[in-house]
């Protein structure tokens, strides 16, 4: 079943990562985060990941506030050693 993702409201300050070798990318949005945690997240995958790809879609969707979304990414971020 596909969810409507709307434009989601940008964090407070962007979250920036380094996936792989290359340079650190900022991250915005929950919407951001949500493209970030289904195509381009490492291949290990726990907790933390499961809980921000939730919230981000619930911020998106407007259901969840947007710095709870933050949160939530920079956790999965810190799990995945991919926080810069």
């Given at each position: 079943?596909?969810?409507d993702?709307?434009?989601s409201?940008?964090f ?9 070798h290359?340079?650190?990318?900022a991250?915005?949005?929950a919407s951001?985060?949500?493209?970030y945690l ?5 291949h290990?995958r ?13 911020a998106?969707q407007?259901s969840?506030p947007t710095?709870?979304?933050r949160?939530?990414f920079i956790?999965?971020a810190?799990e995945?050693y991919v926080l810069?």
């Amino acid at each position: 079943m596909a969810i409507d993702i709307f434009a989601s409201a940008p964090f407070r300050a962007p979250v920036l990562v380094r996936i792989g070798h290359g340079s650190s990318e900022a991250v915005e949005s929950a919407s951001d985060a949500i493209h970030y945690l289904q195509h381009r997240w490492p291949h290990e995958r726990g907790d933390h990941y499961r809980r921000a790809v939730k919230v981000c879609k619930e911020a998106a969707q407007g259901s969840v506030p947007t710095e709870v979304a933050r949160e939530a990414f920079i956790s999965a971020a810190i799990e995945a050693y991919v926080l810069a």
